[in-house]
């Protein structure tokens, strides 16, 4: 059961009112609230027009500090959820599920599923000269080693240091973007890695490219930054050039449903100022 609780301005996604045996099959994303919108964003800006479906857990963020046993359950559901309402492909635009759950969705479903890490490990080490690479992430995706292990087995002499950064997801989420108690907080977790000499620092959460601006100016601006959210739309079109048979079931009609599992008019406000468009939110309990 759906419920469309929020509504802003004047667009109204047709698709929101079609029944369920109408939908046409779509990329199905999901994130345990915002961060995943940045996901979307790169996405359509790479491949204009596919449609699209998002689930932001926004009930049971943040999940970076949650147990893997229970990021994996909830990746299960948010996984079943898309692909009952017209997903033909997912991406986990979260690192912290991507981190702990990719390996077991992958396996459990048949539909083609995209994890948000190896587009980031790859990128950081085109970009990384001296491959001294920081990682940044959620307490969950710092602490399962997914970084330093994919790094070490394309790189085997790269230097990693990574920093778990729980503040930072609700700050994000709660819209604290350009506060100044936010980027306190952004310089102190940044420190040990200024002190490492990295050139290249890996957003290993999907929230972080929203306080990228704030994250540049303190780690400075010499080092390169990379945001997961360019590599994954680029291994999406990738795919689906491979692909033309799954490519021709997707519509393209340039539509997205966002669904949430609670509403909040911060997330509303943040959706829109992400996606830089109106939002239809629509309510869902998974
Ligand atoms: N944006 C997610 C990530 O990439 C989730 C963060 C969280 O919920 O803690 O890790």
Known sequence: MTRIVAFYETIIHKSTQKTKGDIKEMIGIFDSGIG????????????????????????????????????????????????NNGAKIIVMACNTASSVAFDIIEKRFEAPVFEVITPAVELALESSRKTAIGVIGTRATVKSGIYEKKIKALNSSARIYSVECPLLVPLVEEGW??????????????????????????????????????????????????????????????????RPDIDCLLSKNG????FVSDVTDQFAKTARATLK????LEQVKI
């Open 277 to 280: 468009q109106n939002v239809l």
């Open 177 to 242: 973007i350009d506060r100044p108690e936010t980027a306190m907080i952004v310089k102190k977790y940044l420190h040990p890695l200024k002190v490492r000499q990295i050139d290249t620092l890996i957003l290993g959460c999907t929230h972080y490219p929203l306080l990228k601006h704030v994250i540049q100016r303190k780690i400075g601006k010499r080092i390169n930054i990379i945001d997961s959210s360019t590599g994954v739309a680029e291994k999406v079109e990738k795919f689906l050039k491979d």
């Open 36 to 83: 995943g919108l940045t996901v979307v964003k790169a996405i359509t800006e790479r491949i204009p027009g596919y449609d699209i479906i998002y689930f932001g857990d926004t009930a049971r963020t943040p999940y970076g500090n949650k147990s893997p046993e229970t990021v994996i359950e909830y990746a299960v559901q948010n996984t079943t959820f898309l692909l």
């Open 255 to 258: 539509k997205s449903r966002i």
